[in-house]
């Protein structure tokens, strides 16, 4: 009876106390406290501030949501000039002094890939390589000695800095399909390398884009010969 009594006893006191304001709670019912605690650790539910309501989603600016979207497939595509380049291309330009001219044909680039190649054998160019899965040209140097009738002043171009003796050039082309809307369209880059022998070594030095010019009207010239000779004529590639 003792035990019971003082069982009783315990019992009574514990209620007393977990009633008191100031003391923790110690003992719960079934569903009481499910929705207290923090928000990060209710799951994927949102609440306000007070941790009772339901939150709205956030809502993101107009101006934010078009850096957040992701694009489709169909919407990622390279523009029609921006073709990979190659290497070897990268490699034969990198660190020199360059001049650049670009034109548009519509003509296939096979086409005109073999019209550059024929147009370098008529101006004697010496051809230092045939890349024609890349669409890659290049020559050897081609050297000129300065004469008094030169096409360009060398001397007053660096300066008065000494008299050059000699200069040369050499031509890295790249041709490329290009997307067209009806006829077939292809692009045909020349970078001339051009340097200048001064103080005993050659010098890094753009001078007059004569040379490239001769190459572009040769260029022209083939796929007007090309046009006008049958496709049953032309010899095979």
């Given at each position: 009876m003792n035990h019971i009594a003082r069982y009783f006893l315990i019992s009574s006191l514990l209620f007393l106390l977990s009633a008191c304001s100031g003391m923790p709670k110690l003992?719960?019912?079934?569903?009481?406290g499910q929705n207290d605690g923090p928000v990060y650790a209710k799951g994927a539910a949102?609440?306000?501030g007070a941790g009772d309501?339901?939150?709205?989603?956030?809502?993101?600016?107009?101006?934010?949501?078009?850096?957040?979207e992701i694009p489709e497939t169909d919407q990622v595509e390279m523009a029609p000039n921006s073709v990979p380049v190659p290497v070897q291309y990268r490699k034969a330009v990198a660190g020199k002094a360059v001049s650049l001219?670009?034109?548009?044909?519509?003509?296939?680039?096979?086409?005109?890939?073999?019209?550059?190649?024929?147009?370098m054998t008529a101006l004697s160019m010496p051809v230092n390589?045939?890349?024609?899965?890349?669409?890659?040209?290049?020559?050897?140097?081609?050297?000129?000695?300065?004469?008094?009738?030169?096409m360009l002043n060398l001397e007053s171009l660096l300066g008065g800095a000494g008299k050059p003796k000699a200069y040369r050039h050499r031509f890295v082309l790249r041709i490329f399909k290009t997307d067209g809307d009806i006829?077939?369209?292809?692009?045909?880059?020349?970078?001339?390398i051009s340097q200048v022998f001064l103080n005993n070594h050659w010098v890094n030095?753009?001078?007059?884009?004569?040379p490239r010019a001769e190459l572009f009207a040769a260029?022209?010239?083939?796929?007007?010969?090309?046009?006008?000779?049958?496709?049953?004529?032309r010899s095979p590639e």
């Open positions: 003992f719960w019912d079934t569903q009481e949102s609440y306000d309501k339901p939150r709205a989603p956030l809502e993101v600016p107009p101006e934010l949501r078009a850096e957040l001219e670009a034109r548009q044909y519509n003509i296939e680039s096979m086409n005109l890939f073999s019209a550059a190649a024929d147009a390589s045939v890349d024609s899965p890349s669409g890659i040209l290049t020559t050897d140097w081609i050297r000129k000695q300065v004469g008094t009738n030169s006829a077939p369209q292809s692009r045909l880059e020349v970078r001339m030095k753009q001078f007059s884009n004569k260029v022209e010239n083939q796929l007007a010969l090309m046009q006008q000779t049958p496709a049953s004529e």
